[in-house]
């Protein structure tokens, strides 16, 4: 490529002076012992250095390279007038690719050359404004170029939109798998189970892989309504993508049919369309639910596993599995309330309830953090102040009559938080089995501060659930 410099003339020098005014700043900005001062002042210039570079890349002024940047299967051509110095001081590529030419010729995809000016700016500034249509063209150019910073800091952004329920949270998942970002990845499989129903009903669930919905399905921490929904969801999915006949039947054995009551299973059987067309797929799996919805649970035991995960429920928000509640400025004092729940998703218990009280306490001290007022002496010591406690939520069975029976019970607490309108689930908290409560609920939440992530319009929105584990009791001999 022909050797073409580009340069203002008169330029260089004021070029030069303000990169030794960027050390003079960051020199200056050090603290030192100065006339027997015991810290030096700082003097911090940086926003005028800042504005500068911003000048500098806008006016083109001492420019030494040149990028034509195309956007790909176009004519579309943009042309940035740059420092050499700047781009190789953040990317190893932009100095090896510049080290011997003035001028460079790149083809990027429409939507990276879209926002190539956001990013060279970013070069020369350190900060740029995203949009969320941006993010991923802006993850693949720092990618591309090896702008570490401006990796993490996009990922970061992507996350924090995510857990705030705004993020295209599908399309970021599979971009997330090919470049290999775990922690991204991780992000958007939690967001997508915790808010299943959501994008079950929006024009993302159409463009999930084989791969996301198979990942999903395994989960037992999916929230929505009740399997059911699920089971349609995973129809809708398949009317729409009509994959092998192997994927759609692995798909629908990994629906937890003993969590459907009867007369909704007989429903699906005489209606579904999918079950129509790959019943004899699940077959065993429909007469294994019967059985279980047949028998108690105890018998059922006796002579078979319930230990899998199809007799797991999932977060399930109907009534039959836990209640919500809404607490109007949690911090201000005590709250409690009671709901019930069936006591096991088998047909044999449906009419069975187990009754739960929960206490709420936004300022919970432990025992070493308790008010004392004097010790053995008499000497008065200080009370522990109430910003010291923590939130605490406190579940508990009215009685004890289902533990006897062969179960246990997961309790599992959702935090809402509205978004665009609607309310998503932020956080979710488990209590081990033998727990009454979550020893993590909240830890890090200010309930004081009324734009707290843990809000909505100054109220704490939570939705507990109550999920029967079955034991098997007895071991029948093979």
């Not at 065993?284 to 018998?299: E, G, I, T, V």
């Not at 020893?439 to 909505?456: C, I, K, M, P, T």
Request: charged fraction near 20%.
């Amino acid at each position: 490529m022909p050797r073409i410099g580009y340069s203002k003339p008169g330029s260089w020098g004021s070029f030069w002076a303000m990169l030794t005014l960027v050390g003079l700043v960051t020199r200056a900005a050090q603290r030192a012992d100065v006339g027997g001062e015991a810290a030096g002042t700082s003097i911090n210039h940086s926003q005028v250095v800042l504005q500068r570079l911003q000048e500098l890349l806008r006016q083109g002024n001492a420019s030494d390279v040149v990028l034509r940047v195309q956007a790909a299967g176009t004519d579309e051509v943009r042309v940035f007038h740059a420092h050499r110095l700047l781009l190789g001081l953040h990317s190893e590529l932009f100095r090896e690719l510049l080290s011997n030419q003035s001028e460079a010729a790149l083809q990027e995809p429409r939507d990276c050359a879209a926002v190539f000016d956001k990013f060279i700016r970013y070069l020369y500034c350190g900060e740029l404004t995203v949009l969320l249509a941006q993010a991923i063209p802006l993850h693949r150019l720092a990618t591309k170029y090896g702008v570490a910073s401006l990796q993490r800091g996009v990922a970061d952004y992507m996350r924090a939109h995510l857990a705030g329920g705004v993020g295209p949270a599908v399309g970021w998942y599979h971009y997330a798998v090919g470049t290999g970002d775990e922690a991204l990845r991780e992000s958007c499989l939690q967001f997508l189970a915790w808010n299943l129903s959501a994008v079950a009903a929006s024009a993302e669930w159409g463009a999930v892989s084989p791969e996301l919905l198979w990942q999903l399905l395994q989960r037992s921490d999916l929230v929505l309504q009740d399997e059911l929904e699920l089971f349609h969801a995973l129809e809708a999915w398949l009317g729409r993508a009509r994959p092998p006949p192997a994927v759609a039947e692995r798909a629908l054995r990994a629906i937890r049919y003993p969590m459907i009551p009867p007369a909704q299973l007989f429903q699906l059987q005489a209606r579904s369309a999918a079950l129509a067309r790959h019943g004899p797929a699940v077959a065993d799996l429909l007469l294994q639910a019967y059985q279980f919805h047949a028998a108690s649970p105890l018998h059922y035991a006796k002579f078979f596993d319930v230990n899998g995960s199809a007799f797991l429920p999932r977060n399930y928000l109907a009534p039959a599995w836990g209640a919500p509640w809404v607490i109007n400025n949690p911090a201000r004092d005590d709250r409690s309330t009671s709901f019930q729940t069936q006591l096991g998703p088998s047909g044999h218990d449906a009419g069975r309830r187990v009754t739960w009280n929960v206490l709420f306490s936004p300022r919970w001290l432990p025992v070493s953090l308790r008010p004392v007022y004097a010790d053995a002496a008499g000497t008065a010591l200080p009370a522990a102040r109430p910003e010291d406690g923590r939130p605490r939520l406190v579940v508990t069975p009215a009685s004890s009559g289902g533990d006897a029976a062969g179960v246990s019970f997961q309790k599992t607490v959702l935090v809402g938080a509205r978004q665009q309108g609607r309310l998503v689930v932020r956080h979710a908290y488990s209590f081990h089995q033998s727990s009454e409560e979550a020893g993590d609920f909240l830890a890090h939440a200010d309930l004081q501060r009324r734009n707290s992530e843990y809000l909505v319009e100054n109220a704490l929105h939570l939705h507990l659930i109550v999920k029967p584990v079955y034991h098997t009791l007895i071991r029948i001999p093979k």
